[in-house]
């Protein structure tokens, strides 16, 4: 899933490094990361993309899923690219960054974010977690659908689980949904869509 290049930067240095159209890569604490998505990863990524799209449509809010983009954590030279995000377009006009490198700065900017597990699930359930808990970000999703997390966070025996981490003063408070269970998000109350669905893309 991921590979790391020999740099040590700073995210300015990132951003004017960032290869345009090139592939996908995150900064993690000055070292660039090369991320090598799976067809399955991708599979799962692009139906929760077409689920969520039809949702924002039906809402008739001002959100919307982007391409390209990347947040960056506040005091550190990191930038992120989860696999999906749901941004708020109005709070994007306080955004000093989106519209000329497309990057977030501010959590209330962003609605929902998604991390699709691969192997380096250490980074979703630690570093990325506590760096959007610390933003602000108010929803956070991480789906796990090959069980790959440790037993301390998915149980065990492990199993396909999609964590909903949602922002309550200040801090992430977790939900976790399996098999047929219907998830629920703070965010999109009214998505009818269960584990399983996710999971198998059904």
């Known amino acids: ?15 004017q490094w960032y290869p345009d159209g090139t592939g996908r890569y995150e900064l993690h604490n000055g070292v660039i990361v090369e991320m090598n998505p799976t067809g399955d990863h991708e599979e799962v990524t692009a139906f929760l993309n077409r689920k969520l799209n039809v949702e924002i449509d039906r809402l008739a ?17 990191s930038g992120y690219q989860p ?15 989106w519209k000329k490198s497309s990057t977030i700065l501010q959590g209330n900017s962003v609605k929902l974010a998604i991390e699709v597990v691969s192997t380096n699930w250490r980074d979703d359930y630690l570093k990325k977690l506590a760096d959007y808990e610390a933003m602000g970000i108010p929803e956070y999703w991480i789906v796990d659908y090959l ?16 964590s909903i981490y949602q922002l309550i003063d200040g801090e992430y408070q977790i939900n976790q949904f399996r098999e047929q269970e219907r998830i ?12 399983n669905q996710i999971f198998k893309q059904n």
């Open 1 to 15: 899933m991921i590979q790391a290049l020999d740099k040590q930067l700073t995210f300015e240095d990132f951003l």
């Open 83 to 97: 696999d999906l995000i749901v941004l708020d377009k109005i709070a994007l006009e306080a955004e000093p960054l």
């Open 184 to 195: 629920e998000s703070p965010t999109f109350t009214d998505l009818i869509l269960t584990a």
């Open 147 to 162: 069980g790959l997390g440790g037993m301390r966070y998915i149980g065990n025996p492990k199993r396909p689980t999609i």
């Open 61 to 77: 809010v001002r959100y919307f899923i982007p391409r390209t983009y990347l947040v960056k954590p506040e005091n550190a030279d």
